[in-house]
């Protein structure tokens, strides 16, 4: 018997953009500017900048906010997979962030980060609650010439 989806439950991600856009709205943040880097396997989340509504700098606060997350474990008994679940945990708002990137990544982008990889940034508009990608992917290419004297 498959297990169907219920049609009314809201997705992991979806409940930590709700909850994140909330708390940068209420410090004032405007936008969140994302930068990303990935090849040979590895990726990462470069940089994290907020601006206000007056394209000013905002530091992201340290203190520690209670957010839903998603939980990614590869499974070591079954090679290749990854087990997810969604948890509650206390996290700096700027890894609420990065997590949350890394998600809207593997959604949109599998595999971002191998081969040759891909970079690029995710601008966050926390007044439409929308993100927008810019997104470049490295291509390795190979040209061959016969010749013959």
């Known amino acids: 018997m498959t297990k169907k989806k219920n049609p009314t439950a809201v997705e992991p991600a979806e409940i930590s953009k709700a909850e994140i856009n909330e708390r940068l709205a209420k410090l004032g943040i405007a936008t969140v500017l994302i930068g990303y880097d990935g090849c040979g396997d590895s990726g990462c989340i470069e940089s994290v900048e907020a601006r206000g509504a007056d394209n000013q ?6 203190k520690l906010v ?56 995710i601008e966050f508009d926390i007044a439409k609650k929308s993100a927008e990608f810019e997104h470049g992917e490295n291509v390795y290419t190979t040209h061959t010439r016969r010749l013959v004297v």
């Open 57 to 62: 700098k905002i530091e992201l606060p340290k």
């Open 66 to 121: 209670s957010i839903t997350l998603q939980d990614w474990n590869y499974d070591s008994d079954k090679p290749g997979y990854v087990v997810t679940r969604t948890v509650k945990r206390k996290v700096p708002i700027q890894e609420a962030i990065e997590n949350w990137c890394y998600h809207l990544l593997e959604d949109h982008f599998p595999g971002w980060e191998l081969n040759e990889g891909s970079q690029g940034t």
